[in-house]
Nanobody, 118 residues
Framework: QVQLVESGGGLVQAGGSLRLSCAAS????????TGWYRQVPGQERELVAT???????NYADCVKGRFTISRDNAKNTVYLQMNSLKPEDTAVYYC????????????WGQGTQVTVSS
């Protein structure tokens, strides 16, 4: 069995920073952690940032210049450094991973709440 465990969420004032971590546990060799998504109640889950194993990154326009995604391949862990946080960044943040061949599909973490007060 394999799972993703997120940590680092919390309450912060606008302009503050948080660092999210996503650690894979269990049979980590069957997955490749790929990035972060977020979801507000009543809305679709949206992409925040993704990263490949060789370090290529992709960001949602609304977080470019403020958020930085990184990874430690040896630890199968992905991080999200969030700076200059805004109230509109408030959401549950989910880590995602893809199952490696011959397996298929996406694995999600349980989510971590990020709340930014104005």
């Amino acid at each position: 069995q394999v799972q993703l465990v997120e940590s680092g969420g919390g309450l912060v004032q606008a302009g503050g920073s948080l660092r999210l971590s996503c650690a894979a546990s269990g049979s980590i060799f069957i997955i490749n952690p790929t990035g972060w998504y977020r979801q507000v109640p009543g809305q679709e889950r949206e992409l925040v940032a993704t990263i490949t194993k060789d370090g290529s990154t992709n960001y949602a326009d609304c977080v470019k210049g403020r958020f930085t995604i990184s990874r430690d391949n040896a630890k199968n862990t992905v991080y999200l450094q969030m700076n200059s946080l805004k109230p509109e960044d408030t959401a549950v943040y989910y880590c995602s991973a893809i199952f490696l061949p011959p397996l298929r599909g996406t694995l999600w973490g349980q989510g971590t709440q990020v709340t930014v007060s104005s």
